[in-house]
């Protein structure tokens, strides 16, 4: 178990310098609040150190707490974001010096575990894990709200590999069963659990993500103006919020321009559309004359190789993710280019499935028949229901550690300030099956 050991501190130390990166901002850009719909970016930072203590050195190892009388204030079910201002949180200085402190006492923890116990949350390091993919996806939250705050300078950028391939517009998913979900990746999380076998009829889904070409032709065709494309839900909404592109992007001089990170450029029309919400996407897809893929359709057209008769951890196979493959881990901050990452193809010829976005579905986030709820309810299972839609895929912010082909995201139809994007799919005609 050394290796595994080794590979969780690498990890543990990489997810903390992203941490610190990102708030390594005078303390006014730290604390305040740039959206109700995000917390102050110290807020942040401290929290994923009391989530550490929590399950690391309080649930797996025992230890008493050092500092029970904030976990109220870091409880995320207690607070709403809109209101997380006005509580007494911890301000930079004290923030980093907590986190530091926990993390201190979470390597003696590493270094005395026995990763062979058959605690769930000690066997092959779960909670280690547990507390990882926590962080990153905070560090994904804190780029979402360093965008919101639009100071140029913080957040650094990067170059990224030019469009690679070419190929058809989609690609063909025969029908048939598949393995969906997991039951032996050990960091996966309880909503990815349990592995089932779903039967799906022939379907087509595209090959790349859509991109913001295909989507400002959406836009020029009047498809923000045609109730014809929406749900009567995403129409009132559209209507109600004066919504008429994705967020962040204005048009001028006959050119559709983004500001990104605080600064105005224009709009790249090779990359995938970013910052949609789930209305947005839908209605794109019907004018499209498609829909938006199941979550089923989704995972089997990333990572089921019915060759083999099993499901691969990543699209292109069991090899960890690599700048080769895909945009994940903030390489750069943006999507790629469509047609970038050939090598990352899924057995079926599907590209970009991880990385440079998240993309939407057709499903609400529900359970998996006999899912049961690990560590805690508040993970998953509260969530259930008719309110929140699936994301798949990761996006460029996403870090490797938090990203396969099972993991499963979820928000509300109408949020827009996350690094989502969307394909298309549609059921194959039974000539074409």
Known sequence: MTDLKERIAAQLTAVRDRSLAYTAAEDDLLVRQHSPLMSPLVWDLAHVGNYEELWVLRAAAGITPLRPEIDDIYDAFKTPR?????????????????IGGVRGRVLDVLDAVDLADPSPLRRDGFVFGLV??????HDETMLATL???????????????????????????PAGE?????????????????????DLPAYWIDRLPVGNAAYAAFIED???????????????????????APLFWTREGGTWWRTRFGRTEPVPMDEPVQHVCWYEADAYARWAGKRLP??????????????????????????DPTPELANLGHRAARPAPLGAYPGGASPYG???????????????????????????????EVFFGREYRVLRGGSWAADPAAV????????????????TGFRCARTAAPEER
């Not at 990882?132 to 996806?137: D, L, M, N, S, T």
């Not at 950028?157 to 517009?169: N, W």
């Not at 598949?178 to 779903?198: C, I, K, Q």
């Open 82 to 98: 809109r209101d997380r201002p006005s509580l007494p949180f911890l301000r930079p200085a004290e923030a980093r010096d907590y």
């Open 132 to 137: 990882i993919q926590h962080e990153h996806q």
């Open 147 to 173: 965008q919101l705050a639009g100071r140029p300078g913080v957040v650094r950028d990067g170059d990224l590999p030019p469009s690679l391939s070419a190929g058809p517009e989609e690609v063909y998913v």
């Open 178 to 198: 598949f393995l969906m979900g997991t039951d032996s990746l050990p960091w996966a999380y309880d909503n990815e659990r349990p592995a089932h076998r779903v």
């Open 222 to 244: 009047g498809g923000y103006h045609d109730a014809r494309w929406w749900t009567p839900e995403g129409w009132r909404w559209r209507q109600e919020n004066g919504v008429f």
């Open 294 to 319: 199941t979550e089923a359709e989704w995972e089997k057209a990333c990572g089921w190789d019915a060759a083999a008769g099993r499901a691969r951890p990543y699209p292109w196979g069991e090899q």
């Open 350 to 380: 599907a590209e970009q499935m991880v990385g440079d976005v998240w993309e939407w579905t057709a499903t609400w986030f529900d359970g998996y028949p006999g899912f049961r709820a690990f560590p805690y309810r508040e993970y998953s």
């Open 404 to 419: 396969r082909t099972t993991f499963r995201n979820w928000d509300y139809p109408i949020r827009r300030q996350i690094f």
